[in-house]
């Protein structure tokens, strides 16, 4: 039987399985078993959750692999870890280590500030961050299978994510309402190739798994982002910077599932104990919010 | 013309959208099944592919698992659902869920990480042509009695068994373009939606 390993059909299919789930970041074995013992249907593994990397400061890069294998190690769901932008090396050491998943993300330091990593020729597949649609559909142009909202990492706010969710649905919505020979011009407008944008326009949603990421911290949060129609959430900082991360873990697991039902989200809201305390995103100088990085 | 069946798709986390796509294509009724009340109204049921620990901790918390020992209509279970539908797990979690609705020792990430993921045409004893099958993160077990019948082989271990109206398979269907296994469940739901509708004295419409 001939194999055929790391097509777009492989990188595609995982993103699809992790649908409905909620994708955690842990820095260490410990936190990654509660995140699967939660229910996570992935983890993310990095050295420091966004929030203390925006209280620390410092150039942020991909974490160290022992440190990533020890979670490998720990976990049998898929584990994936961070790259900073445009850094096509760590990428390249990631896939040899073997995460099952890339994100090419904005929370690190980029380490390119005009391009990206072509992400078409790696096995490994990946996901990026976006605030639109010119942002997501070059993303998926470059080779990403999945995409999430940029949100505002770290802040436990989930108002950026919110944000571009809105921007994202409302520019797919006038690519559908408009009229076949104003498309060129659109796709030139927003600096994106015209057949992915004719992909976006027929299918009303992206061509590829969409999750929400970015400041979401309770169960309402991850409800909120399903019923604007993401696949499926991260969780960063909002489940290991609150007080009862095991609780909140499985909390906005079982919020990601029953979504639109309210009944049920009464049931997993109740008693979690203290959300991360998040920041208003007024109170950040400007040139230290993470979401304009990469376009 | 016969009324379509009506299958279920579990919709707790996974691929549960591909499959109800598939489904309606293959000419029946697709529900997304997120309550153990839902289970009474269908003729059938897929447990679709996603992560196999978190669906199975769903299924524990939403009260699914005695309902699903007893459920007596078809039941398809794909790469995750294969292996909530098994006897017996290997490199599982201490206390994951088995159903044990297969007699089947399943091995779990049996290729390895993701970077072991593949798609190969694959032969089936029950189908003329191979399928493009897509294997993510698979899963392959091996028989414990000789009420399995086995379909599919990959690497000496099964792919794809049915036993009695439990079927299971570690490769994704509805990710193949290829509809011939859906449709071939849909019959086996449909003829089991006409007999139970027969003996309720109902009319077909």
């Known amino acids: 039987m001939s194999k055929e390993k790391g097509s777009l059909q492989v990188k595609s299919g995982l993103a699809q399985m992790l649908k409905g789930g909620v994708i955690m970041d842990v820095s260490t074995p410990e936190q990654a078993v509660i995140a699967q013992e939660a229910g996570a249907c992935a983890v993310m593994a990095l050295e420091r959750i966004p929030s203390e990397i925006r209280k620390e400061g410092g150039v942020s890069r991909m974490s160290d692999p022992a440190m990533i294998q020890r979670i490998m190690d720990a976990v049998t769901i898929p584990v994936m870890a961070k790259v900073r932008i445009g850094h096509f090396v760590e990428a390249e050491i990631l896939q040899a280590l073997g995460v099952d998943f890339i994100d090419e993300s904005e929370v690190l330091t980029p380490a390119d500030e005009e391009f990206h990593i072509e992400k078409s020729h790696f096995k490994v597949p990946f996901v990026c961050g976006c605030r639109n649609l010119g942002e997501a559909l070059r993303r998926v142009g470059e080779g990403a299978v999945m995409i999430r909202s940029k949100g505002e990492a770290g802040t436990g706010n989930v108002v950026e994510a919110v944000r571009h969710m809105r921007t994202l649905n409302a520019e797919i919505r006038r690519a559908k309402l408009m009229p076949e020979e104003e498309l060129m011009s659109y796709a030139r407008d927003l600096g994106v190739p015209i057949d992915l944008l004719k992909q976006a326009r027929k299918a009303g949603r992206l061509p590829v798994v969409t999750f929400a990421a970015g400041g979401i911290a309770t169960p309402a949060d991850a409800a909120l982002m399903m019923r604007l129609g993401c696949d499926g959430v991260f969780v960063g900082s909002g489940i290991f910077g609150s007080s009862d991360p095991a609780s909140r873990a499985r909390a906005i697991v079982e919020a990601t599932t029953h979504f639109a039902d309210p009944k049920q989200l009464v049931q997993c809201s109740r008693g979690l104990g203290e959300p991360m305390r998040g920041l208003d995103i007024a109170s950040i100088p400007q040139h230290e919010l993470v979401q304009g990085r990469g376009r | ?205």
């Open chain 2, 1 to 205: 013309m016969a009324a379509k069946p009506v299958i279920g798709v579990l919709a707790l986390q996974g691929a549960f959208a591909e499959h109800e796509d598939y489904l309606r294509r293959a000419g029946a009724l697709a529900v997304e099944v997120r309550r153990p009340d839902q289970l009474e109204e269908l003729d059938g049921l897929i447990l679709p592919g996603g992560e196999s620990t978190t669906i199975g901790k769903l299924l524990r918390r939403f009260g699914f698992e005695e309902p699903l020992r007893r459920f007596d209509r078809p039941i398809w279970g794909t790469c995750a659902g294969m292996i909530l539908l098994s006897r017996e797990i290997r490199g599982g979690l201490p206390d994951q869920l088995a159903l044990d609705r297969i007699d089947l020792r399943v091995t779990r990430n049996a290729f390895g990480r993701q970077a072991d993921s593949f798609t190969a045409p694959l032969e089936l004893s029950n189908l003329a042509e191979p399928i493009p099958a897509v294997f993510i993160r698979a899963p392959l077990a091996e028989p414990l009695s000789d009420r399995v019948e086995v379909l599919a082989e990959v690497d000496g271990q099964v792919a794809a068994a049915r036993q009695a109206n439990v079927w299971v398979s570690s490769f994704h269907p509805e990710l193949s373009g290829d509809l011939r296994l859906h449709k071939s469940f849909v019959a086996t739901c449909r003829s089991r939606s006409q007999g139970h509708k027969f003996q309720a004295g109902g009319q077909q419409a």
